[in-house]
């Protein structure tokens, strides 16, 4: 659901230390409202509370892992079905880029994320794709410190 025009991003990682970095290159990337879970099971809570516009979410988790929660919401009736999810993994083998996609994820993208710029691309790439209300994304180059 688009707010004042925000696009709102589900980050869904359970190492906190891992989320905190990928939230903090997204506020770097431009003004998106984020969102964050811990597990798969909070993350299917969050998707029915706040409607994303972008799911960014870990393969491997407890409680629900990224395939599982990938297959319910696109179990899920309307809109929420066609959200995008962007699928992180620390395992690059292409098994597992294979399993995300038979799930039904939009994209995939290894970790660690070394360069933002890959992941400002997925990010946009995903976006846009995405049938929303919202006026598309303009993101500001980033230019890590």
Known sequence: MVLDGLIRILVVEDN???RKILVYRLKRMGEFLI????NGLE???AIQRCTPDLIIMDINMPVMNGLEVTKAVR?????IAEIPI???TAQV???YAAKG?????TDYLPKPIVDPKVLQAKVMACLSGRQSSSQPVQATPVAEA
Request: with cysteine; hydrophobic share 40%.
């Open 75 to 79: 179990a899920m009736q309307g809109g």
């Open 43 to 45: 993350a299917l809570e």
């Open 35 to 38: 969102e964050e879970a811990a």
């Open 93 to 95: 083998s292409e098994g």
């Open 101 to 105: 996609y038979e799930a039904g994820c």
């Open 86 to 88: 962007l699928l992180l």
């Open 16 to 18: 906190p230390d891992n």
